[in-house]
């Protein structure tokens, strides 16, 4: 079974300071993955995603991602915090034979003026 | 329509009480899920659909739990005999593809207080 880890549930920055939101998965082969948003009262926003070739992938709002096979990470980053960040968010992974999604326990994220 | 659209957004029930939520998918899209999102968690899954078909129930909690897509378009997700544990953000989502490549458009979810 696959499993996701998301280290810090909470995670402070200071505006227009890097951000790093680690997720770190557990699968036999490598899987999809993928980051989500999600603001208060609202449904998930895909930010980026992971299934083949380049393993640097870049997302909305200037988010982006680095897929490290060796150390099954996919950690997400953004060089500059913006207010509109302060959100929750989630990885997760698929198995390349099946669809759902299996999520992390997610990150809180403020960015503090 | 342009989104995934969830009715009701918001459901007080009373425990013991029958409810139903209604997802309306992106016309077209194939794929159809539902997630059920506690309080401070990551979604967790619970059914798929492709089309009218239900190809996997694997996360429904109980027999409480039952989903249906008749026309392979709106689903709805029924919970019958509600007992507090339920009340949770139910998350629909749905996918133009078949495999999980795509990534989901996800709906702004039911919230649902079993009281």
């Known amino acids: 079974a696959q499993s996701v880890t998301q280290l810090g549930s909470h995670v402070s920055v200071s505006e227009g300071a890097l951000v790093l939101l680690r997720c770190n998965y557990s699968?036999?082969?490598?899987?999809?993955l993928f980051w989500y948003v999600q603001y208060p009262n609202q449904g998930l926003q895909l930010l980026l995603k992971?299934?083949?070739?380049?393993?640097l992938v870049k997302g909305i709002n200037g988010f982006e991602a680095e897929f490290k096979k060796s150390e099954t990470s996919f950690h997400l980053t953004k060089p500059s915090a913006h207010m509109s960040d302060a959100a929750e968010y989630f990885c997760?992974?698929?198995?390349?034979?099946?669809?759902?999604?299996?999520f992390g326990s997610g990150t809180q994220l403020t960015v503090l003026p | 329509g342009a989104g995934v659209s969830q009715s009701p957004r918001y459901k007080v029930a009373k425990r013991g009480q029958d409810v139903a939520l209604r997802c309306d998918p992106i016309?077209?899209?194939?794929?159809l899920f539902w997630y059920q999102q506690a309080l401070g968690q990551g979604p967790e899954f619970l059914t798929y659909?492709?089309?009218?078909?239900?190809?996997?129930k694997s996360g429904l909690p109980s027999d409480r739990f039952f989903a249906e897509r008749p026309e392979g378009s709106v689903s709805t997700l029924k919970i019958q005999r509600t007992q507090q544990e339920d009340s949770a953000v139910y998350l629909c989502?749905?996918?133009?593809?078949?495999?999980?490549?795509?990534?989901?458009?996800f709906g702004s979810g039911t919230r649902l207080t079993v009281v």
């Open positions: 989502a749905s996918s133009l593809e078949r495999t999980g490549s795509g990534g989901y458009t």
């Open positions: 699968s036999s082969v490598p899987p999809y």
């Open positions: 992971y299934t083949t070739g380049a393993t």
């Open positions: 997760a992974v698929s198995p390349r034979s099946a669809r759902q999604l299996t």
């Open positions: 016309s077209g899209h194939v794929s």
């Open positions: 659909f492709q089309n009218e078909a239900q190809l996997d």
